[in-house]
């Protein structure tokens, strides 16, 4: 079955501990991306990646880093997580962008995050 | 991408078509319409996308004004499952999605 996973699904922490949330997707997708997705505030890209080694910054990148040296996997890390990291988080991937309007982004099931 | 403009909310009646309305009159001319739901917190699940001729899959219609100023999503038979907030996005087909506020939607028995 096509997906993109997430792990873990739930998450407390405290301050300061460094945690990561894996992102994987079996659909040989080149554009991966995480969001996060706050009360009143929307979804916000944090972090995309066009392919295997290409990253940038979204919206909302502080605090955050990524990594994708595979094409399926596109982990999130927070090295210092803090309170305002408390948020509900997403990472999609699409097959590729700039063809034909193809950016149609699948979505993992999200990611429940909070710091204490 | 352009900004695009949805009611807040809406309730339909299940079994009758829903139609969703977005204003994206700022849209330039390499950008498409995408509506995408999300359903209580799960992720946001692709519905359809078009940028000038109107569209159906098997999920919904998408109506697209001739001067692309604004869309209109239908859902032919609305059912229970299709409560959701529904959003419209201008995008075009390299950029992220800029998510919305999105609509609301509500069917009732």
């Known amino acids: 079955e096509a997906q993109v996973t997430q792990n873990p699904r739930y998450l407390i922490t405290v301050t300061g501990k460094k945690l990561t949330v894996t992102c994987s997707q079996n659909?040989?997708?080149?554009?991966m991306s995480w969001y996060r997705q706050d009360p009143g505030l929307g979804l916000r890209q944090i972090y995309y990646?066009?392919?295997?080694?290409?990253?940038d910054k979204g919206d909302v990148p502080e605090g955050y880093k990524v990594s994708r040296k595979e094409k399926r996997n596109f982990p999130l890390i927070l090295e210092s997580p803090s309170p305002n990291q408390t948020s509900l988080y997403f990472c999609?991937?699409?097959?590729?962008?700039?063809?034909?309007?193809?950016?149609?982004?699948?979505f993992g099931p999200g990611t429940r995050l909070t710091v204490l | 991408d352009a900004k695009t403009t949805q009611p807040p909310s809406m309730d339909c009646a299940e079994g009758r078509a829903a139609n969703l309305p977005c204003n994206h009159s700022?849209?330039?001319?390499?950008?498409?319409v995408y509506w995408y739901r999300q359903i209580h917190s799960q992720g946001p699940q692709y519905i359809i996308h078009?940028?000038?001729n109107n569209e159906t899959n098997e999920m919904a219609s998408l109506i697209i004004t001739e001067d692309r100023k604004s869309s209109t999503l239908i859902l032919p038979h609305a059912t229970l499952r299709d409560t959701a907030v529904y959003y419209c996005?201008?995008?075009?087909?390299?950029?992220?999605?800029?998510f919305g506020a999105g609509t609301q939607v509500v069917v009732t028995p």
């Open positions: 990646s066009m392919n295997v080694e290409v990253t």
């Open positions: 996005i201008a995008s075009d087909s390299w950029g992220k999605l800029q």
């Open positions: 700022t849209i330039s001319g390499n950008e498409y």
């Open positions: 999609a991937s699409s097959f590729s962008l700039g063809t034909s309007g193809s950016n149609e982004q699948f």
């Open positions: 659909m040989n997708h080149e554009y």
């Open positions: 078009g940028l000038k």
